[in-house]
């Protein structure tokens, strides 16, 4: 039986790991990998809570002035009840005649004589008033009225949601940038790795024909020297390319919301995101910031600080609000409250409260007059947003442009690189060049494969910037 239970627990979590490696697919388009992380990234997922919770909080705001229904049950047992002392003269039975004695004669009226003396003025009785339990059981309703901090409060929940929704499209444009960035840096560490290994392949060609030609003493050991100093940096680029290869690799896994080891597949290549994303026509977008997300933010703060300075204002008015309220009361010397000749009493009663401000030594004109400062900073802060917003634009369209004129011009650099390292080649083995020229322009042409690489990265990276500053995701 225990054997069994291992097995069916064993299969059940197999079942649990396989339909949770399903959901994840095995390979992503750059399309596919930002639908993915704007599902599954864990602060776009927050930010989806942070919408909910703002709702949530609308309610509860909007809900503090709907009534409210409150009930309590108390239960009391005096264990030594409280002991009052009266005067002993509000107990004699013979008071009342000996008023009388005060305004008629009554000597005459013999069974009068035997009247005892009223008590001295200083003895009291002790008595107990009340049971020694009691249950007291009470339901009360509260509706408020009328309050003004009331209405500012429901204007600010819906003001706090704006700011969750938009909160939650500025984390959507940043996750897509990320991703796009993360995806772009993959592509250029895998591009990377080809190329190094392409050119540590020729190296090492070059290099044992080299080496055949100065044991046949057809040339100096410097030549043999040179390629060796360029096969070694080679490597050594060869090696860090890998690195940050698997680095990139897991930095997109993060991205995208999934585990850091996730072994990922990317379906684009570099090359074809890159002409993909040469987009002239977004040169020529409509440069109005007032629909940008960071705008709308900036406008949610100084409504907020609208909102604030309404609430100081409300303090000066007035506050009204009702109740009603019903409920049983039960004594008793012992504890015989749930037997049916318990008796109860019943109570109940409604009224109305008006709490009216009148003086408060001007806290509330101080507090009036802060809030209408903030107000004056926060419409600043808007006006320097939006000139900032601007400046953003013309900058990202800016570098867009420069960095498709630097792709189309790395890619004749490259071209002539490839052509001017093939020649020295030729000219090194036929003798008429030297290995310093030759490395020269192995250098060159290597240099000029990364700036080709890091240019086709660029295009991408500076149009989702331009993208995202201006909210166009399409």
């Known amino acids: 039986m225990r054997n069994k239970l291992i097995f069916v627990f064993s299969l059940c979590f197999l079942s649990l790991g396989f339909s949770q ?3 994840i697919p095995e390979s992503f388009s750059l399309d596919e990998a930002i639908a993915f992380a704007l599902e599954n990234n864990r602060t776009a997922k927050n930010a989806v809570r942070d919408i909910e919770a703002a709702e949530k909080q609308k309610w509860e705001t909007t809900a503090t002035g709907l009534p409210q229904i409150n009930g309590s049950v108390n239960y009391q047992n005096n ?3 409280q002991v009052s002392l009266l005067p002993a003269s509000a107990f004699d039975p013979f008071s009342q005649i000996r008023q009388l004695e005060d305004f008629y004669d009554l000597s005459s009226l013999p069974v009068l004589d035997n009247i005892p003396a009223a008590p001295a003025s200083d003895d009291f009785i002790p008595v107990i008033f009340g049971t020694k339990q009691s ?3 009470n339901i009360t309703l509260n509706q408020l009225i009328f309050d003004g901090s009331y209405l500012v409060g429901l204007q600010s929940a819906k003001v706090f949601l704006e700011i969750s929704q938009n909160a939650k499209e500025k984390t959507d444009l940043e996750i ?14 895998e591009e990377s790795v080809l190329i190094f290994e392409r050119n540590k392949a020729t190296l090492e060609k070059n290099l044992n024909e ?10 100096e050991e410097e030549d043999v020297e040179q390629l060796e100093i ?11 390319v890998k690195r940050l290869r698997d680095m990139s690799y897991k930095m997109l896994n993060i991205t995208l919301g999934i585990d850091l080891n996730n072994d990922t597949k990317l379906t684009d290549t570099l090359e074809a995101l890159t002409l993909e994303n040469i987009t002239l026509s977004l040169l020529a977008a409509d440069d109005d910031v007032t629909k940008t997300v960071d705008y709308r933010i ?3 703060d100084r409504r907020s600080k609208e909102l604030l300075l309404k609430l100081e204002k409300s303090k000066a008015l007035p506050s009204l609000s009702g109740f ?4 049983y009361n039960g004594n008793a010397n012992s504890f015989d409250f749930f037997k049916r000749e318990q008796q109860w009493f019943g109570t109940a009663a409604f009224g109305v409260s008006l709490n009216i401000p009148i003086f408060s030594s001007l806290q509330r004109s101080a507090a009036t007059q802060r809030a209408k400062i903030n107000l004056e900073k926060s419409e600043d802060d808007l006006t320097e947003v939006e000139q900032q917003l601007r400046l953003r634009v013309s900058s990202a369209k800016s570098d867009y442009q420069l960095s498709i004129e630097e792709y189309e011009t790395s890619k004749k650099n490259l071209r002539l690189s490839e052509r001017i390292e093939k020649k020295n080649q030729v000219k090194f083995f036929e003798g008429v060049g030297s290995s310093f020229e030759l490395r020269q322009a192995q250098t060159q042409l290597y240099t000029a494969q990364q700036e080709y690489l890091q240019a086709m990265v660029d295009v991408i990276n500076k149009k989702a910037t331009l993208e995202t500053i201006l909210n166009q995701t399409n």
């Open 79 to 81: 264990i030594k009840q």
């Open 324 to 327: 009603v309220t019903a409920g």
């Open 21 to 23: 490696n399903q959901d």
């Open 230 to 240: 360029t096969l070694a940096s080679i490597e050594s680029n060869l090696r860090n």
């Open 298 to 300: 900036a406008a949610n």
């Open 176 to 189: 897509r940038k990320a991703v796009i960035n993360a995806y772009g840096n993959v592509l250029l560490s």
């Open 210 to 219: 080299t080496r055949k030609i100065y044991e046949n003493g057809l040339t």
């Open 135 to 137: 249950v007291t059981a």
